[in-house]
């Protein structure tokens, strides 16, 4: 099966454009919070309110819909990916909280944009049994990539400043963009897409688990990392480790979790997520030792990956001309959650540390309890 994806014009144009996605967010995140806290001087509800920021764009995804009207979906990522480059480039010269939330903005629209065209091609342009596959593959690629940048921040850091650093990362993203502007993968023999917004009641299940997991990740994204920086200090070379371990992990797992979609179905790989996640959090919570928290952190990376079950069971419930118009819909619910939760739980934080980790364990809780109505049709 990897033969016939490799086949497909589209999975290298896709490839090259996550490649550059991945390049300029692992750099951002690996950086951002000492960058932030370290030089900047930021609080946890200020940081709260970046993270916020970040998921403004997401919330927006709806628009995507309307672009269609005038770019080819196709191009649409890659433009979308360049800005993204843009905004990471730009964190490195503006160098203060008002700078953190104009640039976030910036490299936010680009990367969420990227990830809502991503997730609709990738569904469009590969079979029901396919896509699992391809998504494992990418995202174990995208892992070494992770890697790759973990190691560089690594050895870059005693020599260059954070600044420096998202400068170079940037460029190095908008470079990689420029190269898939030349590749044309379109195949003009697939169902034509709605390109305007689809909402539908059958629909219902596959809004909600999207909701619950922009909440679950918020969680991961925002406070366990910040917890990491602030509680346990963290230094950037810890935090890189720590991405690095998370990468390896993935290139291994992402590609299982896509052939155990194929094989046991997407209710069971969503139910092993939430449970897992369950217990996760409420270590987070309860739980004060520094090995044990970073041990923790790599488990609850692990399963990232499982969330591609949520797109799989859509594609197989789905009408064909649906897919683009409702991966907008889709990403823009997952990010209702998450333009809340990230100041919500900052001002919870200011009062309790543990606070936004209970409430993680609770919106697992609500995952499982949904997982558990996911039905595909028998192939």
Same mark, same amino acid.
């Given at each position: 099966?990897?033969?016939?994806?490799?086949?497909?014009?589209?999975?290298?144009?896709?490839?090259? /454009?996550?490649? %550059?996605?991945?390049?300029?967010?692992?750099?951002?995140?690996?950086?951002?919070?000492?960058?932030?806290?370290?030089?900047?001087?930021?609080?946890?509800?200020?940081?709260?309110?970046?993270?916020?920021?970040?998921?403004?764009?997401?919330?927006?995804?709806?628009?995507?819909?309307?672009? /269609?009207?005038?770019?080819?979906?196709?191009?649409?990522?890659?433009?979308?990916?360049?800005? &993204?480059?843009?905004?990471?480039?730009?964190?490195?010269?503006?160098?203060?909280?008002?700078?953190?939330?104009?640039?976030?903005?910036?490299?936010?629209?680009?990367?969420?944009?990227?990830?809502?065209?991503?997730?609709?091609?990738?569904?469009?342009?590969?079979?029901?049994?396919?896509?699992?596959? &391809?998504?494992?593959?990418?995202?174990?690629?995208?892992?070494?990539?992770?890697?790759?940048? *973990?190691?560089?921040?690594?050895?870059?850091?005693?020599?260059?400043?954070?600044?420096?650093?998202?400068?170079?990362?940037?460029?190095?993203?908008?470079?990689?963009?420029?190269?898939?502007?030349?590749?044309?993968?379109?195949?003009?023999?697939?169902?034509?897409?709605?390109?305007?917004?689809?909402?539908?009641?059958?629909?219902?299940?596959?809004?909600?688990?999207?909701?619950?997991?922009?909440?679950?990740?918020?969680?991961? @994204?925002?406070? %366990?990392?910040?917890?990491?920086?602030?509680?346990?200090?963290?230094?950037?070379?810890?935090?890189?480790?720590?991405?690095?371990?998370?990468?390896?992990?993935?290139?291994? &797992?992402?590609?299982?979790?896509?052939?155990?979609?194929?094989?046991? *179905?997407?209710?069971?790989?969503?139910?092993?997520?939430?449970?897992?996640?369950?217990?996760?959090?409420?270590?987070?919570?309860?739980?004060?030792?520094?090995?044990? @928290?970073?041990?923790?952190?790599?488990?609850?990376?692990?399963?990232?990956?499982? %969330?591609?079950?949520?797109?799989?069971?859509?594609?197989?419930?789905?009408?064909?001309?649906?897919?683009?118009?409702? &991966?907008?819909?889709?990403?823009?619910?997952?990010?209702?959650? %998450?333009?809340?939760?990230?100041?919500?739980?900052?001002?919870?934080?200011?009062?309790?540390?543990?606070?936004?980790?209970?409430? *993680?364990?609770?919106?697992?809780?609500?995952?499982?309890?949904?997982?558990?109505?996911?039905? @595909?049709?028998?192939?």
């Amino acid at each position: 099966m990897i033969k016939k994806i490799r086949k497909n014009p589209m999975y290298w144009y896709l490839l090259l /454009l996550i490649i %550059a996605i991945t390049t300029g967010f692992q750099a951002w995140r690996t950086l951002f919070n000492n960058y932030a806290v370290d030089e900047i001087g930021i609080n946890g509800f200020q940081a709260g309110v970046i993270q916020s920021v970040r998921e403004i764009p997401g919330f927006l995804a709806l628009l995507v819909v309307f672009l /269609l009207l005038i770019f080819k979906e196709h191009k649409l990522a890659a433009y979308s990916a360049f800005l &993204m480059g843009l905004g990471v480039l730009a964190t490195g010269l503006l160098p203060s909280y008002g700078g953190l939330i104009i640039t976030t903005l910036f490299m936010s629209i680009g990367f969420h944009y990227f990830e809502t065209v991503n997730q609709s091609l990738t569904l469009q342009y590969f079979s029901k049994q396919q896509s699992p596959i &391809m998504i494992g593959r990418v995202k174990s690629i995208g892992a070494l990539t992770n890697i790759a940048i *973990g190691a560089f921040i690594w050895f870059l850091s005693p020599y260059l400043s954070l600044a420096s650093q998202f400068i170079i990362f940037g460029s190095t993203v908008l470079l990689l963009v420029i190269l898939a502007l030349f590749k044309n993968p379109v195949d003009k023999s697939l169902p034509k897409q709605q390109k305007k917004m689809v909402l539908k009641r059958k629909y219902w299940l596959f809004y909600t688990l999207n909701f619950l997991s922009g909440a679950r990740r918020q969680i991961f @994204v925002v406070f %366990a990392v910040f917890m990491l920086v602030e509680k346990y200090s963290f230094s950037i070379k810890e935090i890189a480790i720590l991405f690095i371990i998370n990468n390896i992990i993935t290139y291994f &797992m992402a590609p299982i979790v896509g052939k155990g979609i194929n094989r046991f *179905g997407e209710r069971t790989i969503l139910s092993i997520e939430y449970i897992s996640l369950i217990g996760i959090f409420l270590c987070y919570a309860l739980i004060e030792n520094r090995t044990v @928290v970073g041990v923790l952190y790599v488990a609850d990376h692990i399963f990232f990956s499982a %969330a591609m079950a949520i797109n799989t069971y859509f594609q197989k419930t789905s009408d064909p001309q649906d897919i683009a118009p409702s &991966m907008a819909v889709g990403f823009t619910i997952n990010h209702i959650s %998450a333009v809340v939760i990230p100041v919500v739980g900052g001002a919870l934080w200011m009062l309790n540390w543990r606070i936004p980790f209970i409430a *993680g364990a609770g919106i697992a809780v609500l995952s499982l309890f949904f997982s558990q109505k996911v039905r @595909v049709p028998s192939s």
